[in-house]
C-alpha cells in the first residue's frame, strides 16, 4: 500500500508520478489509454482546428508583410496639382511686388480674391500662361492660403474628417482620419517655407518660435492645439502637431452613441459631474481626454463660475460663466513666466465655483489637491497615465517632485481626500477610442490609497477588418460616493446606473 492509499504494481514499485507543477504533454496513445472504458471522447468543435491553424497563418503572413515591406514616407504631386504649384511659384513673387501686405492683412478672404483677381490675370498675360477657369480657381486658392493664412495647410485644416496634422518637416505630412493615420496629399516649398508658416502660427498668439526659444504651443482660431519644434531640436526641419478639435460641441450622449461608453456610464458620469464630484480623467496621448473633459464640462450647473487654466487654452467649456487663463512663457531675459501653479493660487482669489485644469505636469497638483479640498467641489483635471492606479501614482509622483517638503503619506491622504471619481479613456490600436474604466476613490488603508472599480471594458474579440469587440461592464458594488450623489437628489438613478 502506498502513501496515498493505493495498492502498487506487481513488482511493488509505485509507478512514476510526474512532480507537482510540471505539465507534461501526453501523446496520442496515451490520451486514448486515459480515458476510461465506457467514457465517451470528448469530439473536437467542428472547424476548431481549422480557425486556430488559419488565425495563426495570417498572423504569420502579417509579419512577414511587416519585415518585407517598403514604405515611402514622401508625398509627390502629380498631374493637375503638380501643375498649379508649378505656376504659383513663378506667379507669387510678381505678385508679392504689387501688392501692399498691410492692405491685403486688412482684407477678407473674399475680398482679396476680387482683388486679387486682375492682378494675377496680369501677371499671367505676362509670362504667356494661358489657364481655364478650373485651374485659374485653383491658383487663387493657393495664392490666398498663401499669403493670409497657413499655406499648404489650409486645406487640411478646412477638412472636418482630420483629427491630427504632424508635419516632419517640408517634404512630409501625415494626418489621423478616424483614428488612422496617413500621409497627406501636401508639401512645402522648402524649409523657410514651412518655418515661416510656423512663425505666422505662433505670433498669432503671441508667441515665438526661432533658434533661442526652438519649442512654442499655440493655438489657432478655431481652438485647435498647436505645438511647434524647430531645428536645432528637430533634425528633419521644422515639425507642427495640430490637434484639431470638432467645430459642434461634444457631449456625453454624442459619446455614448459613438461607442465610447455604454448607457450606464453614460448616466453615471451625468450625475458625477452635475453632483460637484472631483474627477480626474486620465489616459494616453490622443486618446480623447480634453473631449472628456469638455463634455463633462455640459453637466456643470450655468449659475457656477468657472476658471480654467492652461497652457496654450483649447478647452471650450459649453458654460455661460466661464473665464479661461492662461500661462505665459518667459521673455527673451528669461523673466516675466507665469506658471499653472501661479495660476491657480490667483485662481482663489476670484471667487470661482469650480477650478479646471487642462492638464497637469508638476508641482501644480498639489494647488489642484488644496483647491479640491478647500470648497472647490467639483473641479476637474487630466493627466498622462496607463490606469487609474498608476494615475494615483503619478500625482503623488509629481507632487514629490516640487519643493514641497511633506511625507509621502500626508501626499497620498491628501490625495484619496480630494479626488473622487478617476475616468481613463484610451484609443485602442483599431483607432475607437473608449472609456475603459470608471474607478471611486474610497479613502487610505494605512499607507496604501483604496480605490473601487464601477465600470470597465472588457476586450472579447476582433471582426476580420480589425475592429475591437468588447462589452462595457458594471461591477455591481455600491459606489461609496452616493452621499454625495444623495445631497442632490441623484442617489437613486447613479446606484441604479452602477448596479
Known amino acids: 500500500m502506498s502513501a496515498f492509499g493505493r495498492k502498487t504494481g506487481l513488482g511493488g514499485a509505485a509507478p512514476a508520478r510526474p512532480s507537482f507543477g510540471v505539465a507534461r504533454p501526453m501523446k496520442a496513445g496515451e490520451m486514448a489509454a486515459a480515458v476510461p472504458s465506457g467514457i465517451p471522447e470528448p469530439s473536437p468543435l467542428p472547424g476548431a482546428n481549422d480557425d486556430m491553424g488559419g488565425k495563426h497563418a495570417d498572423a504569420m503572413s502579417r509579419l512577414a508583410e511587416r519585415v518585407n515591406g517598403v514604405v515611402d514616407g514622401t508625398y509627390q504631386a502629380e498631374g493637375f496639382e503638380a501643375s498649379v504649384h508649378k505656376i504659383k511659384e513663378q506667379v507669387l513673387p510678381r505678385l508679392l511686388e504689387r501688392v501692399d501686405p498691410e492692405a491685403a492683412a486688412t482684407l477678407t478672404k473674399d475680398e482679396l480674391s476680387e482683388e486679387f483677381r486682375p492682378i494675377i490675370m496680369e501677371v499671367l498675360a505676362e509670362l504667356k500662361v494661358t489657364l481655364n477657369r478650373r485651374e485659374q480657381f485653383a491658383l487663387e486658392k493657393v495664392l490666398i492660403d498663401e499669403l493670409l493664412g497657413f499655406g499648404p495647410l489650409e486645406e487640411l485644416l478646412n477638412d472636418p474628417d482630420v483629427s491630427d496634422i504632424m508635419v516632419n518637416g517640408p517634404e512630409q505630412t501625415y494626418i489621423e482620419k478616424k483614428g488612422k493615420l496617413q500621409l497627406a496629399p501636401i508639401r512645402f516649398r522648402d524649409e523657410s517655407h514651412l518655418f515661416q508658416i510656423a512663425q505666422r502660427i505662433v505670433n498669432q498668439v503671441g508667441r515665438r518660435v526661432d533658434q533661442t526659444t526652438p519649442l512654442a504651443d499655440a493655438r489657432l482660431k478655431d481652438g485647435s492645439r498647436v505645438n511647434v519644434i524647430v531645428p536645432p531640436l528637430s533634425l528633419r526641419g521644422t515639425a507642427i502637431s495640430i490637434r484639431k478639435f470638432s467645430e459642434k460641441p461634444i457631449t456625453l450622449d454624442m459619446l455614448r452613441d459613438f461607442g465610447s461608453m455604454s448607457d450606464k456610464m453614460c448616466t453615471a458620469l451625468k450625475i458625477a459631474g452635475a453632483c460637484r ?147 481613463q479613456v484610451k484609443r485602442l490600436r483599431d483607432g475607437s477610442r473608449r472609456t475603459t474604466n470608471i474607478t471611486e476613490v474610497i479613502g487610505m488603508e494605512g499607507d496604501v490609497i483604496v480605490t473601487q472599480e464601477l465600470f470597465k471594458f472588457e476586450y472579447l474579440d476582433e471582426t476580420d477588418d480589425g475592429k475591437i469587440i468588447g462589452e462595457f461592464r458594471p461591477s455591481g458594488l455600491r459606489p461609496y460616493t452616493l452621499e454625495k450623489a444623495r445631497q442632490f437628489g441623484f442617489d437613486q438613478a447613479f446606484l441604479e446606473a452602477c448596479l
Request: charged share 25%.
Open 277 to 423: 464630484m472631483n474627477i480626474v480623467i486620465s489616459g494616453g496621448t490622443g486618446s480623447g481626454k480634453t473631449t472628456m473633459l469638455n463634455a463633462l464640462s455640459k453637466m456643470i450647473d450655468p449659475g457656477e463660475r468657472v476658471l480654467t487654466i492652461e497652457d496654450a487654452a483649447e478647452l471650450r467649456l459649453q458654460q455661460p460663466h466661464w473665464l479661461p487663463l492662461e500661462t505665459r512663457p518667459p521673455n527673451l531675459e528669461g523673466q516675466g513666466a507665469i506658471t499653472i501653479g501661479d495660476l491657480v493660487k490667483n485662481a482663489l482669489r476670484m471667487r470661482p465655483d469650480r477650478i479646471i485644469l487642462g492638464e497637469i505636469r508638476g508641482a501644480e497638483c498639489f494647488d489642484l489637491l488644496a483647491a479640491m479640498n478647500t470648497g472647490h467641489d467639483g473641479s476637474m483635471c487630466t493627466l498622462h497615465a496607463n490606469s487609474p492606479r498608476e494615475c494615483l501614482g503619478r500625482m503623488e509622483n509629481m507632487i514629490l517632485m516640487g519643493d514641497i517638503k511633506i511625507p509621502k503619506e500626508a501626499i497620498s491622504r491628501q490625495i484619496a481626500e480630494s479626488v473622487d471619481l478617476i475616468v
